[in-house]
Protein backbone atom coordinates (compact mmCIF):
# COMPACT_ATOMS: atom_id res chain seq x y z
CA UNK A 1 0.00 0.00 0.00
CA UNK A 2 3.01 2.13 0.95
CA UNK A 3 4.65 1.43 -2.65
CA UNK A 4 0.95 2.38 -4.44
CA UNK A 5 1.17 5.86 -2.24
CA UNK A 6 4.69 6.69 -3.03
CA UNK A 7 3.64 6.02 -6.98
CA UNK A 8 0.60 8.08 -6.97
CA UNK A 9 2.36 10.72 -5.35
CA UNK A 10 5.55 10.74 -8.02
CA UNK A 11 2.68 11.23 -10.07
CA UNK A 12 1.02 14.28 -9.41
CA UNK A 13 4.49 15.78 -9.16
CA UNK A 14 5.09 14.83 -12.39
CA UNK A 15 2.24 16.22 -13.88
CA UNK A 16 2.95 20.13 -14.24
CA UNK A 17 6.20 18.69 -16.64
CA UNK A 18 2.97 17.08 -18.82
CA UNK A 19 2.82 18.16 -22.56
CA UNK A 20 1.05 21.59 -22.56
CA UNK A 21 -1.11 21.65 -25.62
CA UNK A 22 -0.15 24.84 -27.84
CA UNK A 23 -2.79 27.52 -27.11
CA UNK A 24 -2.93 31.20 -26.71
CA UNK A 25 -5.92 34.00 -25.81
CA UNK A 26 -6.13 37.70 -24.84
CA UNK A 27 -7.17 38.14 -21.22
CA UNK A 28 -7.38 41.53 -22.20
CA UNK A 29 -6.93 44.18 -24.67
CA UNK A 30 -7.32 48.21 -23.72
CA UNK A 31 -6.88 50.54 -26.59
CA UNK A 32 -6.58 53.93 -25.55
CA UNK A 33 -6.24 56.24 -28.62
CA UNK A 34 -6.33 59.84 -30.03
CA UNK A 35 -6.90 61.57 -33.36
CA UNK A 36 -5.47 64.99 -33.41
CA UNK A 37 -6.27 68.18 -35.41
CA UNK A 38 -4.32 67.04 -38.48
CA UNK A 39 -6.11 63.29 -38.98
CA UNK A 40 -3.44 60.99 -37.22
CA UNK A 41 -4.61 58.58 -34.87
CA UNK A 42 -2.37 57.66 -31.88
CA UNK A 43 -2.93 54.56 -30.38
CA UNK A 44 -1.64 52.82 -27.07
CA UNK A 45 -2.52 49.36 -27.13
CA UNK A 46 -2.09 47.20 -23.76
CA UNK A 47 -2.63 43.59 -24.49
CA UNK A 48 -2.82 40.77 -21.73
CA UNK A 49 -2.17 37.76 -23.64
CA UNK A 50 -2.25 34.20 -21.97
CA UNK A 51 0.62 31.62 -23.40
CA UNK A 52 0.83 27.98 -23.07
CA UNK A 53 2.89 25.86 -24.90
CA UNK A 54 5.94 26.30 -26.14
CA UNK A 55 5.37 29.78 -28.27
CA UNK A 56 8.40 31.94 -28.55
CA UNK A 57 6.53 35.56 -28.28
CA UNK A 58 3.84 37.62 -29.66
CA UNK A 59 3.38 39.26 -33.15
CA UNK A 60 0.77 41.78 -34.41
CA UNK A 61 -0.25 42.56 -37.74
CA UNK A 62 -1.16 45.74 -38.89
CA UNK A 63 -3.47 46.44 -41.86
CA UNK A 64 -2.50 49.39 -43.41
CA UNK A 65 -3.65 50.48 -46.99
CA UNK A 66 -1.67 51.58 -50.20
CA UNK A 67 -1.61 55.46 -49.15
CA UNK A 68 -1.39 55.24 -45.55
CA UNK A 69 0.99 55.57 -43.03
CA UNK A 70 2.46 54.25 -39.76
CA UNK A 71 4.67 55.20 -37.48
CA UNK A 72 5.80 51.84 -34.86
CA UNK A 73 6.91 54.26 -31.71
CA UNK A 74 7.68 51.18 -29.72
CA UNK A 75 6.73 47.98 -27.27
CA UNK A 76 7.31 47.50 -24.03
CA UNK A 77 6.79 44.99 -21.03
CA UNK A 78 4.66 45.28 -17.98
CA UNK A 79 6.28 43.66 -14.60
CA UNK A 80 4.72 42.74 -12.07
CA UNK A 81 4.55 46.59 -10.12
CA UNK A 82 3.07 47.78 -13.65
CA UNK A 83 6.18 49.31 -14.59
CA UNK A 84 6.76 49.28 -18.12
CA UNK A 85 10.13 47.71 -19.48
CA UNK A 86 11.10 49.15 -22.91
CA UNK A 87 11.65 46.24 -25.47
CA UNK A 88 14.85 46.41 -27.77
CA UNK A 89 14.71 46.52 -31.60
CA UNK A 90 17.00 43.95 -33.04
CA UNK A 91 18.47 40.36 -32.47
CA UNK A 92 15.06 38.08 -31.96
CA UNK A 93 17.04 35.68 -30.23
CA UNK A 94 17.18 37.27 -26.95
CA UNK A 95 14.34 38.06 -24.92
CA UNK A 96 12.29 41.12 -24.96
CA UNK A 97 13.77 42.04 -28.27
CA UNK A 98 11.46 43.29 -31.26
CA UNK A 99 11.80 43.44 -34.89
CA UNK A 100 9.71 43.86 -38.46
CA UNK A 101 8.75 40.74 -40.02
CA UNK A 102 7.55 42.54 -43.60
CA UNK A 103 6.43 45.97 -43.50
CA UNK A 104 3.35 45.89 -41.05
CA UNK A 105 3.99 43.52 -38.91
CA UNK A 106 6.33 43.10 -36.01
CA UNK A 107 7.28 40.21 -33.70
CA UNK A 108 9.02 39.83 -30.24
CA UNK A 109 10.61 37.22 -28.11
CA UNK A 110 9.15 36.10 -25.09
CA UNK A 111 10.93 32.61 -24.34
CA UNK A 112 14.21 31.28 -25.62
CA UNK A 113 13.66 27.44 -26.57
CA UNK A 114 15.30 26.00 -23.92
CA UNK A 115 13.16 27.85 -21.56
CA UNK A 116 10.43 25.61 -20.21
CA UNK A 117 7.41 25.65 -21.89
CA UNK A 118 4.73 28.57 -20.88
CA UNK A 119 1.99 27.33 -19.07
CA UNK A 120 -1.32 29.58 -18.88
CA UNK A 121 1.24 32.38 -18.44
CA UNK A 122 0.43 35.97 -18.83
CA UNK A 123 2.13 38.83 -20.02
CA UNK A 124 0.83 42.37 -20.69
CA UNK A 125 2.64 44.30 -23.52
CA UNK A 126 2.04 47.81 -24.39
CA UNK A 127 2.55 49.27 -28.40
CA UNK A 128 2.44 52.57 -29.09
CA UNK A 129 2.32 53.85 -33.07
CA UNK A 130 0.67 56.25 -35.17
CA UNK A 131 -1.52 55.82 -38.44
CA UNK A 132 -2.01 58.80 -40.72
CA UNK A 133 -4.28 59.46 -43.66
CA UNK A 134 -7.08 57.22 -42.65
CA UNK A 135 -9.60 59.67 -42.57
CA UNK A 136 -12.32 59.45 -45.57
CA UNK A 137 -13.47 62.66 -47.30
CA UNK A 138 -17.54 62.53 -47.90
CA UNK A 139 -20.08 65.07 -48.14
CA UNK A 140 -20.80 65.34 -44.58
CA UNK A 141 -17.55 65.87 -43.33
CA UNK A 142 -14.61 63.03 -42.67
CA UNK A 143 -15.61 59.41 -41.86
CA UNK A 144 -13.39 57.48 -39.40
CA UNK A 145 -13.80 53.59 -40.50
CA UNK A 146 -10.87 51.65 -38.48
CA UNK A 147 -10.86 48.11 -36.86
CA UNK A 148 -9.54 48.73 -33.09
CA UNK A 149 -8.70 45.01 -33.01
CA UNK A 150 -6.79 43.23 -35.55
CA UNK A 151 -8.40 40.09 -36.34
CA UNK A 152 -5.42 38.47 -37.76
CA UNK A 153 -4.55 36.75 -34.79
CA UNK A 154 -4.97 32.76 -33.44
CA UNK A 155 -6.51 33.20 -29.90
CA UNK A 156 -9.64 34.91 -28.32
CA UNK A 157 -9.88 38.11 -26.94
CA UNK A 158 -11.83 37.73 -23.72
CA UNK A 159 -12.23 41.47 -22.67
CA UNK A 160 -12.05 44.69 -24.82
CA UNK A 161 -11.98 48.16 -24.28
CA UNK A 162 -11.43 51.32 -26.63
CA UNK A 163 -11.31 54.68 -25.07
CA UNK A 164 -10.59 57.26 -27.67
CA UNK A 165 -10.25 60.83 -27.49
CA UNK A 166 -10.45 64.16 -30.77
CA UNK A 167 -8.96 66.97 -30.85
CA UNK A 168 -11.94 70.06 -30.48
CA UNK A 169 -11.68 70.70 -34.16
CA UNK A 170 -13.57 67.39 -34.53
CA UNK A 171 -16.27 68.75 -32.46
CA UNK A 172 -16.94 64.95 -31.43
CA UNK A 173 -17.70 63.38 -27.69
CA UNK A 174 -15.37 60.70 -26.66
CA UNK A 175 -15.81 57.30 -27.40
CA UNK A 176 -15.93 54.42 -25.14
CA UNK A 177 -16.25 50.95 -26.48
CA UNK A 178 -16.38 47.02 -24.48
CA UNK A 179 -16.62 43.91 -26.05
CA UNK A 180 -16.02 40.39 -24.63
CA UNK A 181 -15.17 36.83 -26.43
CA UNK A 182 -14.05 38.39 -29.77
CA UNK A 183 -13.35 35.27 -31.83
CA UNK A 184 -10.25 34.74 -34.07
CA UNK A 185 -10.62 36.57 -37.60
CA UNK A 186 -12.83 39.41 -35.85
CA UNK A 187 -12.17 42.76 -34.88
CA UNK A 188 -13.79 45.99 -33.53
CA UNK A 189 -14.51 48.15 -36.11
CA UNK A 190 -15.66 52.00 -35.28
CA UNK A 191 -17.55 53.71 -37.82
CA UNK A 192 -17.63 57.74 -36.54
CA UNK A 193 -18.71 60.66 -38.90
CA UNK A 194 -16.48 63.79 -37.91
CA UNK A 195 -16.93 67.37 -38.40
CA UNK A 196 -14.07 69.29 -39.14
CA UNK A 197 -13.98 73.23 -37.63
CA UNK A 198 -9.87 73.93 -37.64
CA UNK A 199 -7.92 75.79 -40.41
CA UNK A 200 -6.67 73.87 -43.35
CA UNK A 201 -7.06 70.51 -44.36
CA UNK A 202 -6.73 67.07 -42.82
CA UNK A 203 -4.60 64.07 -43.99
CA UNK A 204 -7.11 61.73 -45.82
CA UNK A 205 -7.11 58.70 -47.57
CA UNK A 206 -6.28 58.48 -51.07
CA UNK A 207 -6.31 55.68 -53.17
CA UNK A 208 -3.24 55.13 -55.22
CA UNK A 209 -3.57 54.37 -58.51
CA UNK A 210 -1.14 51.54 -59.92
CA UNK A 211 0.78 52.47 -62.67
CA UNK A 212 0.53 50.33 -66.29
CA UNK A 213 3.84 48.61 -66.75
CA UNK A 214 5.80 49.87 -69.73
CA UNK A 215 8.56 48.64 -71.68
CA UNK A 216 11.34 51.19 -72.65
CA UNK A 217 12.66 51.58 -76.27
CA UNK A 218 16.10 52.21 -76.34
CA UNK A 219 18.29 51.72 -78.85
CA UNK A 220 19.94 48.25 -78.28
CA UNK A 221 23.95 47.47 -79.93
CA UNK A 222 25.75 44.49 -79.51
CA UNK A 223 27.38 42.98 -76.73
CA UNK A 224 31.39 42.86 -76.79
CA UNK A 225 33.30 39.69 -76.73
CA UNK A 226 34.61 40.11 -73.11
CA UNK A 227 31.17 41.24 -71.42
CA UNK A 228 29.77 37.97 -73.18
CA UNK A 229 32.36 35.87 -71.43
CA UNK A 230 31.98 37.61 -68.37
CA UNK A 231 28.53 36.88 -68.76
CA UNK A 232 28.81 33.23 -69.56
CA UNK A 233 30.41 33.05 -66.16
CA UNK A 234 28.01 34.75 -63.80
CA UNK A 235 25.96 32.38 -65.48
CA UNK A 236 27.30 29.46 -65.09
CA UNK A 237 28.33 30.39 -61.45
CA UNK A 238 24.48 31.62 -60.48
CA UNK A 239 22.83 28.25 -61.80
CA UNK A 240 25.28 26.00 -59.61
CA UNK A 241 24.79 28.14 -56.74
CA UNK A 242 20.62 27.81 -57.29
CA UNK A 243 21.63 24.19 -57.05
CA UNK A 244 23.00 24.02 -54.34
CA UNK A 245 20.15 26.62 -52.54
CA UNK A 246 17.56 24.04 -54.42
CA UNK A 247 18.86 21.34 -52.22
CA UNK A 248 19.47 23.23 -49.04
CA UNK A 249 15.61 24.62 -49.44
CA UNK A 250 14.60 20.64 -49.93
CA UNK A 251 16.77 19.70 -47.01
CA UNK A 252 15.61 22.07 -44.60
CA UNK A 253 12.01 21.13 -45.42
CA UNK A 254 12.55 17.13 -44.71
CA UNK A 255 12.56 16.17 -48.24
CA UNK A 256 15.15 13.95 -48.37
CA UNK A 257 14.00 12.54 -45.11
CA UNK A 258 13.36 8.53 -44.45
CA UNK A 259 9.78 8.31 -43.71
CA UNK A 260 9.28 6.49 -40.41
CA UNK A 261 8.31 2.79 -40.87
CA UNK A 262 4.63 1.76 -39.08
CA UNK A 263 6.34 -0.20 -36.81
CA UNK A 264 8.20 2.80 -34.90
CA UNK A 265 4.98 4.25 -34.69
CA UNK A 266 3.51 3.03 -30.93
CA UNK A 267 1.45 5.10 -28.34
CA UNK A 268 4.26 7.38 -27.14
CA UNK A 269 4.61 8.82 -30.47
CA UNK A 270 1.15 8.99 -31.07
CA UNK A 271 0.60 11.02 -27.56
CA UNK A 272 3.69 13.25 -28.72
CA UNK A 273 2.58 13.59 -32.47
CA UNK A 274 -0.82 13.73 -33.55
CA UNK A 275 -3.28 13.70 -29.48
CA UNK A 276 -1.45 16.81 -28.63
CA UNK A 277 -4.56 18.20 -31.03
CA UNK A 278 -7.93 18.26 -31.28
CA UNK A 279 -9.28 15.42 -33.31
CA UNK A 280 -11.95 17.45 -35.68
CA UNK A 281 -8.56 19.37 -36.86
CA UNK A 282 -6.73 16.08 -37.28
CA UNK A 283 -9.29 14.72 -39.53
CA UNK A 284 -9.47 18.15 -41.32
CA UNK A 285 -5.77 18.44 -42.00
CA UNK A 286 -5.35 14.28 -43.26
CA UNK A 287 -8.53 14.41 -45.98
CA UNK A 288 -8.18 18.26 -46.20
CA UNK A 289 -11.63 18.90 -46.00
CA UNK A 290 -14.59 18.99 -43.37
CA UNK A 291 -17.64 16.65 -43.20
CA UNK A 292 -20.09 14.87 -40.87
CA UNK A 293 -17.36 12.84 -39.57
CA UNK A 294 -15.70 15.94 -37.87
CA UNK A 295 -18.38 16.93 -36.33
CA UNK A 296 -19.19 13.45 -34.89
CA UNK A 297 -15.50 14.01 -33.61
CA UNK A 298 -16.63 17.24 -31.96
CA UNK A 299 -19.09 15.34 -30.21
CA UNK A 300 -16.88 12.70 -29.38
CA UNK A 301 -14.33 15.23 -28.06
CA UNK A 302 -17.02 16.56 -25.60
CA UNK A 303 -18.33 13.92 -24.21
CA UNK A 304 -14.62 12.65 -23.29
CA UNK A 305 -13.53 15.72 -22.25
CA UNK A 306 -17.04 15.66 -19.91
CA UNK A 307 -19.00 18.56 -21.18
CA UNK A 308 -21.36 16.77 -22.27
CA UNK A 309 -22.88 13.10 -22.25
CA UNK A 310 -24.26 10.75 -24.96
CA UNK A 311 -26.65 7.20 -24.89
CA UNK A 312 -28.51 5.50 -27.71
CA UNK A 313 -31.67 4.36 -27.24
CA UNK A 314 -33.83 1.89 -29.41
CA UNK A 315 -36.60 3.67 -31.67
CA UNK A 316 -39.93 3.31 -30.37
CA UNK A 317 -43.58 3.68 -32.03
CA UNK A 318 -44.85 6.34 -30.44
CA UNK A 319 -47.78 6.06 -27.54
CA UNK A 320 -47.68 2.10 -28.28
CA UNK A 321 -44.03 1.74 -26.91
CA UNK A 322 -43.29 -0.54 -29.41
CA UNK A 323 -39.74 -1.38 -30.15
CA UNK A 324 -39.53 -1.13 -34.26
CA UNK A 325 -36.64 -3.73 -35.42
CA UNK A 326 -34.60 -2.72 -38.09
CA UNK A 327 -34.81 1.57 -37.33
CA UNK A 328 -31.60 3.35 -36.58
CA UNK A 329 -31.63 4.07 -32.71
CA UNK A 330 -32.29 7.49 -31.29
CA UNK A 331 -28.89 9.05 -30.50
CA UNK A 332 -29.31 11.47 -27.09
CA UNK A 333 -26.89 14.52 -25.74
CA UNK A 334 -27.15 16.25 -22.48
CA UNK A 335 -24.83 19.16 -21.80
CA UNK A 336 -23.50 19.19 -18.29
CA UNK A 337 -22.03 22.68 -18.54
CA UNK A 338 -23.82 25.83 -19.30
CA UNK A 339 -24.19 26.97 -22.61
CA UNK A 340 -22.50 30.27 -22.26
CA UNK A 341 -18.91 28.17 -21.40
CA UNK A 342 -18.62 26.82 -25.25
CA UNK A 343 -17.39 29.17 -27.68
CA UNK A 344 -16.18 29.41 -31.12
CA UNK A 345 -17.48 26.65 -33.49
CA UNK A 346 -18.56 24.43 -30.48
CA UNK A 347 -20.98 27.33 -29.66
CA UNK A 348 -22.48 27.61 -32.85
CA UNK A 349 -23.00 23.32 -33.05
CA UNK A 350 -24.69 23.51 -29.49
CA UNK A 351 -26.83 26.59 -30.52
CA UNK A 352 -27.87 24.33 -33.84
CA UNK A 353 -28.37 21.00 -31.76
CA UNK A 354 -29.89 21.73 -28.42
CA UNK A 355 -33.02 23.91 -29.69
CA UNK A 356 -35.51 25.71 -28.20
CA UNK A 357 -32.24 26.59 -25.46
CA UNK A 358 -32.24 23.36 -23.94
CA UNK A 359 -29.97 21.33 -22.00
CA UNK A 360 -30.46 18.01 -23.61
CA UNK A 361 -31.58 17.02 -27.31
CA UNK A 362 -32.07 13.59 -29.66
CA UNK A 363 -31.90 12.84 -33.09
CA UNK A 364 -36.21 13.15 -33.25
CA UNK A 365 -36.40 16.14 -31.61
CA UNK A 366 -33.72 18.12 -33.80
CA UNK A 367 -35.66 16.59 -37.06
CA UNK A 368 -39.19 17.69 -35.62
CA UNK A 369 -37.72 21.42 -34.79
CA UNK A 370 -36.33 22.15 -38.34
CA UNK A 371 -39.54 19.94 -40.47
CA UNK A 372 -41.37 22.93 -38.21
CA UNK A 373 -39.43 25.34 -38.91
CA UNK A 374 -39.08 24.42 -42.69
CA UNK A 375 -35.18 24.60 -42.09
CA UNK A 376 -32.32 22.46 -43.03
CA UNK A 377 -29.78 21.73 -40.62
CA UNK A 378 -26.29 21.64 -41.88
CA UNK A 379 -23.79 21.07 -38.94
CA UNK A 380 -20.84 20.76 -41.17
CA UNK A 381 -20.81 24.60 -42.10
CA UNK A 382 -20.94 25.20 -38.50
CA UNK A 383 -17.32 23.93 -38.57
CA UNK A 384 -16.20 24.57 -42.01
CA UNK A 385 -14.16 27.59 -41.43
CA UNK A 386 -13.11 27.18 -38.71
CA UNK A 387 -11.39 24.05 -39.42
CA UNK A 388 -10.19 25.32 -42.53
CA UNK A 389 -8.00 28.04 -40.53
CA UNK A 390 -6.74 25.47 -38.18
CA UNK A 391 -5.82 23.30 -40.62
CA UNK A 392 -3.54 26.16 -42.46
CA UNK A 393 -1.98 26.94 -39.54
CA UNK A 394 -1.30 23.60 -38.79
CA UNK A 395 -0.11 23.02 -42.13
CA UNK A 396 1.76 25.81 -42.60
CA UNK A 397 3.73 26.25 -38.95
CA UNK A 398 7.31 26.00 -39.09
CA UNK A 399 6.87 26.61 -42.88
CA UNK A 400 10.25 29.35 -44.02
CA UNK A 401 9.14 31.55 -46.34
CA UNK A 402 11.32 33.01 -49.10
CA UNK A 403 10.68 36.70 -50.09
CA UNK A 404 10.99 36.68 -53.98
CA UNK A 405 12.85 33.24 -54.50
CA UNK A 406 11.98 33.34 -58.09
CA UNK A 407 14.07 36.74 -58.57
CA UNK A 408 17.47 35.39 -58.59
CA UNK A 409 16.39 32.69 -61.62
CA UNK A 410 14.87 35.30 -63.57
CA UNK A 411 18.26 37.42 -62.60
CA UNK A 412 20.18 34.05 -64.43
CA UNK A 413 17.89 33.70 -67.55
CA UNK A 414 18.48 37.46 -68.04
CA UNK A 415 21.87 36.88 -68.52
CA UNK A 416 21.46 34.10 -71.03
CA UNK A 417 19.15 36.10 -72.71
CA UNK A 418 21.76 38.96 -72.88
CA UNK A 419 24.45 35.83 -73.54
CA UNK A 420 22.69 34.37 -76.77
CA UNK A 421 20.48 37.80 -78.23
CA UNK A 422 22.47 40.54 -77.66
CA UNK A 423 21.16 42.90 -80.81
CA UNK A 424 17.75 42.70 -79.07
CA UNK A 425 18.41 42.36 -75.67
CA UNK A 426 16.75 44.79 -73.35
CA UNK A 427 13.47 44.31 -75.28
CA UNK A 428 13.45 40.54 -74.94
CA UNK A 429 15.07 41.11 -71.61
CA UNK A 430 12.00 43.26 -70.40
CA UNK A 431 9.48 40.68 -71.98
CA UNK A 432 10.79 37.80 -70.43
CA UNK A 433 10.78 39.89 -66.75
CA UNK A 434 7.08 40.46 -67.16
CA UNK A 435 6.53 36.31 -68.16
CA UNK A 436 8.20 35.39 -64.93
CA UNK A 437 6.48 37.94 -63.21
CA UNK A 438 3.21 36.48 -64.56
CA UNK A 439 3.82 32.84 -64.22
CA UNK A 440 5.00 33.13 -61.03
CA UNK A 441 1.76 35.03 -59.54
CA UNK A 442 -0.23 32.01 -61.00
CA UNK A 443 2.55 29.71 -59.24
CA UNK A 444 0.82 31.30 -56.06
CA UNK A 445 -2.39 31.70 -56.61
CA UNK A 446 -2.31 27.29 -57.43
CA UNK A 447 -0.53 26.80 -54.07
CA UNK A 448 -3.07 28.77 -52.21
Same mark, same amino acid.
Given at each position: ?????????????????????????????????????????????????????????????? !?????????????????????????? !??????????? %????????????????????????????? %????????????? @???????????????????????????????? =???????????? !????? #???? @?????????????? =??????? =??????????????? +????????? +?????????????????? #?? /????????????????? @???????????????????????????????????????? +?????????????????KLLQARGSFLGYEQKLIKGLFVNNSMTTDTKTIRN %? %? !???? #?????????????? #?????????? /??????????????????? +???????????????????????????????
Amino acid at each position: MTTVFHLFFLCVLLLPHAVVARTIFWHDMEVKASLDGDGCLHIREEQTMVFSGNWNGGERDF !QVRPGQRMQFEGISRLDENGQEIPLI !QGDMKLVDHWD %YNGSTTIRWRSRLPSDPVFNKTKITYVLR %YSLSHILIANKEG @YLLNHDFCFPERSGLVKNFRLDLEFDPVWQSP =PVSMIRTNIAPG !QGVVL #RQQL @YFSGQGTPTIFKKQ =PSAPATI =PSLPASPAAVWLRLI +LLVVLMAGS +LWRIRMFFRWENGLERFV #RV /ESADTIDRRWLEKELFV @YKPEVVGATWDKTSSTAEVAAVLARLVQEGRMESWLEPYR +LPFFNYRIPGMAPVLHLKLLQARGSFLGYEQKLIKGLFVNNSMTTDTKTIRN %Y %Y !QKKQ #RTFDPVSKIQEPLK #RQMEKLTDEG /EIRLKMIWMPTVVLAGFLV +LLLFPSSALLLLGLFFLAAASINNIINLLRS
